[in-house]
């Protein structure tokens, strides 16, 4: 219930990643070349 109304009106995000980014939920994510590591969950925005 708090998470609801913290973000109010869900329609104001684009889609998912915005969302997850304004909540601190973003993935962990490392790679290079053809090798792809997804860790914890990080509060840092996504680009």
Known sequence: ?????????????KGLDELC????IVPNCHS???TEHTGNLT???MP
């Open 21 to 24: 980014s304004y909540c601190g």
């Open 1 to 13: 219930m708090i998470l609801l109304t913290e973000i109010g009106d869900i329609r104001r995000f």
């Open 32 to 34: 290079s070349g053809e």
């Open 43 to 45: 509060k840092e925005e």
